[in-house]
Every structure is written in structure tokens, then in C-alpha cells.
């Protein structure tokens, strides 16, 4: 549960983020500062993603691959596609 909660404060924070953008768009802001904005949520997006990759891969896929059998090469499976999507975004 406290990752949960600690998931749910950076999304927050992202979401502040992007109203912040919303608001410099609105405004006419110098585009360079709103792309240095976007940056800066692209990489808390990312950040995200990774801890929450790692946690799967700790939790679930690990749990998976000790049972073994069918649902061990489904996780795994999982998670190689969700880190070549990573990789590509």
C-alpha cells in the first residue's frame, strides 16, 4: 500500500506538470521554456516507469518464475514487450 500511495504522489505530480504546461500554452510562453516543461514531465513520466517496471519484475514476474510453467513465460514475455515499448518511447 505505501507504494501505492508514493505511485499516486508522483503521478501527481506529473499532473501538476502538465496543467503547468496547459497554463504556459494558455499564457503564450516562450516555447523553449514550455519544451524545457515538457522535458521535465517526459522524464517524471519515465522515471515512473522504471520504478514501476522494477517493482513487476521484483514482485510478479519473480513470484512467476519460481512457480514456473506457462505463466513464467507469460510475465516474461510481459515484460520484455513492456521494456522494448520503453525503449522505443
Known amino acids: 500500500m505505501n507504494d501505492k500511495a508514493a505511485h499516486l504522489r508522483r503521478l501527481r505530480r506529473v499532473e501538476g506538470q502538465v496543467r503547468g504546461l496547459q497554463r504556459m500554452v494558455d499564457?503564450?510562453?516562450y516555447c523553449i521554456d514550455v519544451l524545457t516543461q515538457v522535458s521535465a514531465a517526459t522524464?517524471?513520466?519515465q522515471?515512473?516507469?522504471l520504478v514501476l517496471l522494477e517493482e513487476h519484475m521484483a514482485h510478479?514476474?519473480?513470484e512467476a518464475t519460481r512457480k514456473?510453467?506457462?505463466e513464467a513465460d507469460i510475465k516474461i514475455?510481459?515484460?520484455a514487450e513492456a521494456i522494448a515499448r520503453l525503449v522505443r518511447s
Request: some cysteine.
Open 27 to 29: 499564457d503564450d510562453k
Open 43 to 45: 522524464s517524471a513520466l
Open 47 to 49: 522515471s515512473f516507469s
Open 60 to 62: 510478479c514476474v519473480a
Open 68 to 70: 514456473g510453467g506457462a
Open 77 to 79: 514475455k510481459e515484460a
